[in-house]
């Protein structure tokens, strides 16, 4: 665990570099949400030596953790998203956070017609509408899968929701579309357990305005029309509507996604048990033919097998970056499979998916400062400015009073998440200036009076 003596209020969880960041690593920020581990959870950004850039700490007993922490669109403008799961009156149930570069909170979208949302899923759409992911529940008779004759079946829904209104504008229901022997998995014997037969996971909008969801397991990708709900074909699983070549198949996958060439990109979990390795699968599908054929593949630097969450994430550059879920770490490749970058969470620590990605961050509080007293007039000055990405300097300010601030010594480099500077003064009140490269003060700490 990391702490700080600026910001005591900030536990983040520390993150271990294992291979270096190489200079051919995509531009940008770490984008992780740490869970069930030492340490605080919460969504967290990174820069490339495993420091964190900005941490929003969650109370485990109040918001529950959160998920699928992204930068997105919305509104023209560049926001953090993610899935935050609370516990209300004894019921589970997610809210999704849209964030501005300030990191001030702008909404909280919650499913609707009376459902409550789930955490694998939220997607803003360049329409301004959100995908999201939910569980519903349904009594079947399960005996001719083997199950309870008064059985409990999991529904995997989409919601599509206008940001603005917050109404329900499409609503997709798995049992509608998709038989229960479509599953790998049997029923459970109690009738008081559910049959979660398809295990939706993500949402992906395609590039005919249609949409890709996969389900975990089912082993599938299906292609679902936006307007009528019909499959319009299944990826994999027991009845794919493809020539699954050699390498193509996946099992208890998640993040589906259509790249801009066509390829479809899949994070395959390899399997409940460790007998395939993990990797993010790269597939070429061939829509006229019905054939699908397997073009690169990234395994996991130790082989390891991955049993729960996980996604990949081609970068603008090429290169492709992965969260290895239940597997506490996260790499980046180059788009030829070089590993140019390899990190690990605390063992107990996980995140449901990494990213990269670009962010401008321009907090709306003050800089913090936390003040030592040394021999003499030395004294040590703690600097950091949670969220701020264009620090370049600190520099530390002294005087007789709050409103007569001096600058004391020369600017001092910007170090990780908190600078420590020592500096010679007498002055009772102490502060620190936040700049930029270019020298412009971005922010001023309230002074301290030692």
């Not at 049992?175 to 022997?181: G, I, S």
């Not at 993010?280 to 829509?287: A, M, Q, S, W, Y």
């Not at 950091?384 to 300010?397: F, P």
């Amino acid at each position: 665990m990391r702490t700080f003596r600026s910001r005591p209020d900030l536990i983040p969880p520390t993150i271990d570099i294992v291979t270096q960041a190489h200079n051919n690593t995509g531009p940008g920020y770490v984008f992780v949400a740490p869970k069930k581990g030492p340490g605080q959870d919460g969504p967290m950004i990174l820069d490339d030596s495993g420091q964190p850039v900005w941490f929003h700490p969650l109370h485990r007993e109040e918001d529950g953790i959160a998920m699928d922490f992204k930068v997105q669109r919305h509104q023209g403008e560049p926001v953090l998203t993610w899935c935050e799961s609370k516990v209300v009156a004894g019921h589970g149930h997610v809210e999704y956070v849209i964030a501005d570069s300030s990191y001030r909170e702008l909404r909280r979208v919650r499913a609707g017609n009376g459902y409550h949302g789930d955490h694998h899923e939220f997607l803003i759409t360049p329409q301004d509408t959100a995908l999201i992911t939910i569980y519903g529940s349904a009594r079947m008779d399960l005996s001719p899968f083997g199950g309870s004759k008064d059985g409990r079946v999991l529904d995997g829904i989409v919601q599509e929701i206008d940001l603005e209104t917050e109404e329900v504008i499409f609503e997709w229901h798995s049992l509608d579309y998709v038989e229960l022997d479509e599953s790998y998995l049997e029923p459970p014997k109690n009738p008081e357990w559910p049959f979660d037969y398809f295990h939706i996971n993500s949402i992906e909008v395609d590039y005919d305005n249609n949409l890709l969801i996969s389900a975990r397991k089912t082993f599938t990708v299906y292609k679902v029309d936006r307007q009528s709900g019909e499959v319009l074909w299944r990826l994999g699983g027991k009845k794919s509507s493809f020539e699954m070549g050699p390498g193509t198949r996946t099992r208890y996958q998640h993040d589906a996604r259509r790249q801009s060439d066509g390829t479809i990109t899949i994070f395959d979990n390899g399997g409940l048990y460790m007998i395939y390795p993990s990797n993010g699968i790269v597939l070429e599908l061939d829509e006229n033919e019905m054939s699908a054929t397997p073009v690169r593949r990234y395994v996991h630097p130790a082989r390891r097998h991955v049993a729960t969450m996980g996604n990949m994430q081609v970068l603008p550059n090429g290169n492709v970056f992965i969260g290895w879920g239940s597997d506490p770490l996260f790499s980046e490749f180059s788009r030829n499979g070089e590993l140019l970058l390899h990190a690990r969470f605390p063992p107990e620590n996980e995140s449901y998916r990494a990213f990269r990605f670009p962010w401008s961050g321009h907090p709306s509080g003050d800089p913090a400062v936390a003040v030592e007293a040394g021999t003499g007039d030395d004294v040590k000055v703690y600097a950091s400015w949670n969220g701020a990405t264009e620090i370049a300097s600190w520099q530390v300010v002294a005087g007789s009073s709050p409103d007569r601030l001096e600058p004391v010594g020369s600017s001092a480099p910007k170090e990780g998440f908190e600078t420590a500077i020592t500096v010679r003064t007498a002055e009772p009140y102490i502060g620190v200036q936040a700049k930029d490269r270019s020298g412009r003060v971005l922010g001023a700490s309230r002074q301290h009076h030692r």
